[in-house]
């Protein structure tokens, strides 16, 4: 059975986003092919939570290696779309000191359908829990034309140029 919905992505104009590529910069470091993010539709500071997209296009860099002929999203970068999301609303809403945020583990993720370029990728992330400058953990839900294509849960640490993880 899937997990409910943790937010309603429907009433939201994801052709005019709250935040663009050029506001997500301002927050994220990732750059080039790493940027996983095309918008935030909906911020929702009360609960610590929101919503964001990624189109996924046929230029992405590994449509031509996963799988040739098949380009077939791989689960790792699905991951990554989710804690950029959940990156930026820790960094934006400075949930934890550093200078980045970083993957500090991933829970009960689970991939329930595929996803191809000319998808929009939507993505919702909801803090759960946190330890004040230790640790930031979010659960994720990932959808492509109203269908779940992955779940899971993410823990975010502070990292510092200067003390690595």
């Given at each position: 059975?899937?997990?409910?919905?943790?937010?309603?992505?429907?009433?939201?104009?994801?052709?005019?986003?709250?935040?663009?590529?050029?506001?997500?910069?301002k927050i994220n470091p990732q750059r080039h092919e790493m940027e996983q993010l095309t918008g935030i539709v909906y911020v929702d500071e009360e609960n610590d939570g929101l919503i964001g997209f990624k189109d996924v296009t046929e230029n992405e860099f590994w449509c031509t290696g996963h799988m040739p002929g098949?380009?077939?999203m791989p689960g790792v970068i699905l991951c990554e779309c989710a804690a950029q999301?959940?990156?930026?609303?820790?960094?934006?809403y400075n949930l934890l000191d550093g200078e980045y945020l970083g993957f500090g583990g991933m829970e009960k993720?689970?991939?329930?359908?595929?996803?191809?370029?000319?998808?929009?990728?939507?993505?919702?992330?909801?803090?759960?829990?946190?330890?004040?400058?230790?640790?930031a953990e979010f659960e994720f839900q990932g959808?492509?034309?109203?269908?779940?294509?992955?779940?899971?849960?993410?823990?975010?640490?502070?990292?510092?140029?200067?003390?690595?993880l």
């Open positions: 059975m899937p997990p409910r919905q943790l937010y309603d992505y429907s009433k939201y104009d994801f052709d005019n986003p709250l935040y663009t590529i050029e506001d997500i910069r098949f380009p077939l999301l959940a990156s930026f609303y820790s960094r934006k993720v689970r991939f329930r359908k595929s996803v191809f370029p000319g998808s929009r990728l939507i993505i919702v992330a909801k803090k759960y829990r946190l330890r004040k400058g230790k640790r959808f492509v034309n109203d269908e779940l294509v992955f779940t899971g849960t993410m823990i975010g640490v502070p990292i510092n140029r200067s003390t690595p």
